[in-house]
């Protein structure tokens, strides 16, 4: 049973667009939501987090939007650049993380 | 500088083999983690210690054993290796705290045979 569920699996983007990755969650304890950015050949590193008491968080051209009501959240990449292509994963956390599947991402020039 | 290492980086077993792979930080974090990836299901949690001597079960911990001696190295073992356990294994560790960032390691590629 998957507790977090992300989609899509896998979106194409031309350079200066917006990628949107969307994530649900089921269980209500989670109180931390952390973004993971994987390049190939690499292990995953933290991009942006966010916590349920907020519900936008901005980092440089990364946002996250957090519906608490829904239990969902979201990455939204502005201006894309092809060095954005990479994997993204949404995590929940309860002292430990759960993971979703996985966005892949490619970035065309 | 600081960091977290795996090794090997790639390794090819048989099946019925025992398999240990090393997992080695230098951040003296508390926290050490060991996941799985493959394709479509994310990463998956397999161990994880919050110090030492401390080991707990994860989400899929059936086949795989760990051990925590010292705060540095948290190793993975396959008792029996079997092909469904071909993956990447990745291990991570964190400071302490329940959300503190995870730094994960370069990861290791296994197949059984």
């Known amino acids: 049973q998957q507790q977090v569920k992300q989609s899509p699996q896998s979106l194409i983007v031309q350079k200066g667009g917006i990628s949107i990755i969307n994530c649900a969650y089921e269980?209500?304890?989670?109180?931390?939501f952390p973004w993971y950015q994987q390049f190939p050949g690499k292990g995953p590193a933290l991009l942006i987090a966010?916590?349920?008491?907020?519900s936008e968080k901005k980092e440089g051209r990364f946002t996250i939007s957090f519906n608490k009501s829904a239990k969902q959240f979201s990455l939204h990449i502005m201006d894309s650049q092809p060095g954005d292509s990479a994997t993204y994963f949404c995590?929940?956390?309860?002292?430990?993380?759960?993971f979703g599947g996985g966005t892949r991402v490619l970035v065309k020039p | 500088d600081a960091e977290i290492t795996q090794s090997p980086r790639h390794k090819i077993t048989e099946t019925g083999r025992q398999v240990t792979l090393a997992c080695h930080q230098t951040?003296?974090?508390?926290?050490m983690f060991w996941y799985r990836q493959d394709l479509g299901h994310g990463l998956r949690l397999i161990h994880y210690?919050?110090?030492?001597?401390?080991?707990n079960k994860g989400e899929v911990s059936d086949g795989y054993s760990v051990s925590r001696s010292n705060t540095e190295d948290l190793p993975l073992t396959l008792e029996s290796a079997a092909s469904s356990q071909t993956s990447v294994y990745f291990c991570?560790?964190?400071?302490?705290?329940?959300?503190?960032?995870?730094?994960f390691g370069p990861g290791t590629r296994l197949t059984v045979l």
């Open positions: 991570a560790s964190s400071r302490g705290g329940p959300d503190d960032e995870q730094f």
């Open positions: 269980n209500t304890a989670f109180d931390y």
């Open positions: 966010i916590r349920p008491d907020v």
């Open positions: 995590a929940a956390s309860m002292w430990k993380l759960t």
């Open positions: 951040w003296n974090h508390n926290n």
């Open positions: 210690s919050y110090g030492v001597h401390d080991t």
